[in-house]
């Protein structure tokens, strides 16, 4: 009973926020293929002052190195709750 009444409060707060946003896309957006591919072809024209290639492999190993770090996280948090073990028993 109290689950139904939070789980309907909780439909009726997102259909509210929903109905707050416009049904289809403004057209500015939707007519952006012109100015991104003007934008896209200004930034591409940038690989004289910046490695795309290098700040490319740079982010990759970055973003790597972070999920590495996190499943480190997840696994010690993980092996923390095996009895005997990890500190839980």
Not at 58 to 70: Q, R, S, T
Request: hydrophobic content about 60%.
């Amino acid at each position: 009973m109290i689950t139904q009444k939070i789980i309907e409060l909780g439909l009726s707060i997102s259909s509210w926020f929903l109905g707050l946003l416009p049904q289809h896309a403004p057209d500015w957006l939707v007519d952006s293929g012109d100015g991104m591919a003007h934008i896209l072809k200004v930034i591409n024209s940038w690989t004289v002052w910046v490695p795309w290639n290098v700040l490319k492999v740079v982010c990759i190993g970055l973003m790597a190195f972070w999920l590495v770090i996190w499943l480190i996280k997840l696994l010690m948090r993980v092996w923390s709750y095996v009895p005997f073990i990890g500190g839980a028993g």
